[in-house]
């Protein structure tokens, strides 16, 4: 083989190999394209689930001042009523805080992501940039 015809299929190998390398990479972001929508989802389910809470612990606020107003007489069972519904109110804040845990976390793997995802397309113009 003459040294152009050499350096032709070296030249064509070497496309060849760029071309999977692109592949490869346009796979892996669709993966981690599939990945983040499936976390935002993810998140917009919590978010719901945050908001629902929000709403139980604002109705369980208001029927705690209604018992109090309507049991002025039953200061014994006032207090009865308050301190169970304190307990709810502090299960209610704990499950909230570990919520918020888990969107903190849900929020840092939403953002490794996203970091990746533009890595990969940096990567892939790199590659495709002659």
Do not use: W
């Amino acid at each position: 083989l003459s040294v152009r015809e050499e350096q032709a299929l070296k030249a064509q190998a070497e496309l060849q190999s760029q071309r999977q390398q692109v592949s490869k990479a346009r796979q892996e972001m669709s993966a981690l394209q599939r990945k983040y929508e499936d976390k935002c989802s993810e998140l917009s389910a919590f978010l719901m689930k945050y908001d629902e809470k929000i709403k139980e612990l604002d109705e369980v606020k208001v029927q705690l001042q209604a018992e109090r107003l309507g049991n002025r007489h039953a200061a014994n069972e006032e207090r009865t009523v308050s301190d169970r519904m304190r307990a709810e109110l502090e299960s209610t804040g704990r499950r909230l805080d570990e919520e918020r845990k888990r969107s903190a976390e849900l929020l840092m793997q939403v953002n490794m992501l996203q970091k990746s995802l533009l890595s990969q397309n940096e990567e892939r113009r790199r590659v495709a940039a002659p």
